[in-house]
């Protein structure tokens, strides 16, 4: 079985300043990793992924994650953010071995961001 | 289509009443979850279908649950004699196999009075 953790609840930050979401999962098999963004009600939207190959994905609006095995993280991070990232933001696992597989959601960070 | 629709976008039952969640997936998508998204709770599994089958039931929290898809396309979930503590978004999602990505919709934010 697969678990996610997600380190903080809440983030407030100033725009324009940077940003981390802290990301760290479970798994006793391989998994594929992803960001999912929620903005005030709306639906989830998929932000970025990790499936096989470079360890650091991007994403268009400036968010990048860095798969990191040995740590079990898939941390999120951008350099500067903007108002219109106030979102709830949502890491989430599924076992490679079942193409099938469920996702398996963290709790979610809220990230608040102020002028 | 081009995304996944779900219908009603809000529904607001009355305790004891029965209520059918509707979603219709990305064309050509052969996986379809369902997940419920609660204060505190987060984002539950309820069940994955495969096609027509539901290899994965196991997040469904009670047999007053449950969910049916026809032609490999649209999925109905159920709930029957509803409680509050249904209240809640309802979220589907569909993948193509091997593809990794799921694409969800907007929900149906079911109101148990």
């Known amino acids: 079985a697969q678990s996610v953790t997600q380190l903080d609840s809440q983030v407030p930050v100033f725009e324009e300043a940077p940003v981390e979401l802290r990301c760290n999962y479970s798994?006793?098999?391989?998994?594929?990793l992803f960001w999912y963004v929620q903005y005030p009600n709306q639906g989830l939207q998929l932000l970025l992924k990790?499936?096989?190959?470079?360890?650091l994905v991007e994403s268009i609006n400036g968010f990048e994650a860095e798969f990191n095995k040995s740590q079990t993280s898939f941390h999120l991070r951008k350099p500067s953010v903007h108002i219109s990232d106030t979102a709830e933001y949502f890491c989430?696992?599924?076992?490679?071995?079942?193409?099938?597989?469920?996702?398996?959601f963290g709790q979610g960070t809220e990230l608040s961001v102020k002028p | 289509g081009a995304g996944v629709s779900q219908s009603p976008s809000n529904k607001v039952t009355e305790k004891g009443k029965d209520v059918e969640l509707r979603c219709d997936p990305i064309s050509g998508h052969t996986a379809l979850y369902w997940y419920r998204q609660s204060l505190g709770q987060g984002l539950e599994f309820l069940i994955y279908f495969q096609g027509n089958s539901a290899p994965d039931k196991s997040g469904l929290p009670s047999d007053r649950f449950s969910a049916e898809r026809t032609g490999g396309s649209v999925s109905t979930l159920t709930i029957q004699r509803t409680q509050q503590e249904d209240s809640a978004v309802y979220l589907c999602?569909?993948?193509?196999?091997?593809?990794?990505?799921?694409?969800f919709g907007s929900g149906t934010r079911l109101t148990v009075v």
């Open positions: 989430a696992v599924t076992a490679i071995y079942n193409q099938g597989g469920k996702l398996i």
């Open positions: 990790y499936l096989s190959g470079s360890t």
């Open positions: 798994s006793s098999v391989s998994v594929y």
């Open positions: 999602a569909s993948r193509e196999t091997g593809d990794g990505g799921y694409t």
